[in-house]
């Protein structure tokens, strides 16, 4: 106790030694502050925004409503019970925000900047899996979660656990942390099917990219041979390509593969399958078969639909056409709102792996009257690629390289009933320098409705079991 009073005096002291402003000079200049946290619409619940200053800066002053931070050095680090406090305050009002700053004996004021705080809550918890941005090979790759309205973090899924293997996304049904399911690859491998804590594997021959209908009993998923090549043009490092693939639907009542030749046609590649939220699509992107990776330019994929009956478990017999790659841009990674009112996906100027495309951008339609928003105000000059929607169709997360076109990193966008984008901000972290110092790239970001119940020691014992078979 008597070491803690001593700390806490030492800090308290330390704090009141940080410099205040004086002969103060501004600026019609927004602060270099990273994240970029300039004008954003933020959820009340998201966690404090930390940031730093670019630059050598001496000390800095942050006004944020109630909220007055004085610090030595260039970081900005919010107590979290006043962060909530101003959140509370602020629901449905703008925050104004002042940062002054001392760099080389003069304190400059920058020109303020505001947060919007809106009462649509974003889902409190983020899964994403983090892995190199490398394209030699796969290593040390970890399933992360973390609760969004702190900084609390926890693994699903680690390499130390699960020998080093390579794994994929975790994705949830409907949001619903109760029900999930993540990939583990290699000998002995599975899918990881959580249905309340329960874990089981399952054997369901190479699916890839998979998703879950709404009443949780079927989940459509797509098989590939996945293919990198390196390019010859200096502007691009690598390029990924199916040399197959296919759209399958698994029953997981009566553990059994339901196919049609439409989703499965040996002249098409299909891929990116998801149910719609009333069971009564499967949206997926098609493509022509052509002579790869010769004519990889050429490979355009088109955004399809085909009806699915979940009483029947049964695949309709006409697939429709929503936007046609061959007339636009490659289409990939279709996900649609919970509310059933917008289908967000990728487009790139052609293949079916938007990460390794710095023009990869986001596009949103809107299902009730076709209409498409190419989202300038969210994409940037690199990569804006996987995505998924918070439960109440108000919020959506994807992963971007806008700030450095290496790493990936996750950003929340804000929806309004309108349909209008906001612009988007980046996942905050506790430590300012966390981005900094962080060498992976996080990776098929989702959202759900609260923390799952199990953990990698649970997915290593899940490992142990004979797998469920597929037939």
Known sequence: ?????????????????????????????????????????????????????????????????????????????????????????????????????????????????????????????????????????????????????????????????????????????????QLSMMYVRGKNGGAILNQNGKLSKLSIPGSVYFGFSPSGRYITYSTQKIIPAFHSLASKRLEVFDSQSNVFVADMQEHRIISSPLISDSLKFETFPTFSPDGKYIYYCRADTIDLPKDIKNLKYSLVRIPFDEQTGTIGTQVDTLVNGQCAKSVCHPR????????????????????????????????????????????????????????NSRWFVFASKRDDGLYGKPYFCYIDEEGRAYKPFCLPQEHPTFYDNNLKSFNAPELGKGKVPFDVDDVAKAMQQEALIFK
């Not at 009112?341 to 949103?364: N, S």
Request: net charge negative.
């Open 1 to 177: 106790m008597k070491n803690f009073a001593y700390i806490l005096t030492i800090l308290i002291l330390l704090a009141a030694c940080a410099p205040t402003p004086q002969d103060v000079q501004k600026s019609q200049d927004l602060p270099p502050m990273s994240p970029d946290y300039c004008e954003i619409t933020i959820p009340q619940n998201i966690a404090p925004l930390n940031f730093l200053l670019r630059g050598k800066y001496d000390a800095i002053e942050v006004r944020a409503g109630s909220i007055i931070i004085n610090a030595k050095g260039n970081e900005a680090v919010f107590d979290i019970d006043d962060w909530k406090e101003l959140m509370k305050q602020s629901v449905g009002k703008c925050i104004e925000v002042t940062i002054t700053a001392l760099s080389d004996g003069h304190w400059i004021q920058y020109r303020p900047f505001h947060w919007q705080v809106v009462a649509d809550k974003i889902d409190p918890y983020l899964t994403y899996r983090l892995i190199e941005p490398d394209y030699e090979i796969w290593n040390n790759v970890q399933i992360q979660q973390r609760c969004v309205e702190n900084f609390e973090t926890n693994a699903l899924g680690h390499y130390e656990q699960l020998e080093n293997r390579c794994m994929n996304c975790h994705t949830f049904a409907n949001q619903d942390p």
């Open 336 to 391: 649609i709102s919970p509310d059933g009112r917008y289908l967000l996906y990728t487009v790139a100027d052609y293949g079916t792996f938007p990460i390794w495309h710095p023009e990869a951008d986001l596009q949103m339609m809107d299902l009730k009257t076709g209409k498409i928003d190419t989202l300038n105000i969210v994409n940037s000059e690199k990569s804006d690629t996987y995505h998924a929607w918070s439960s």
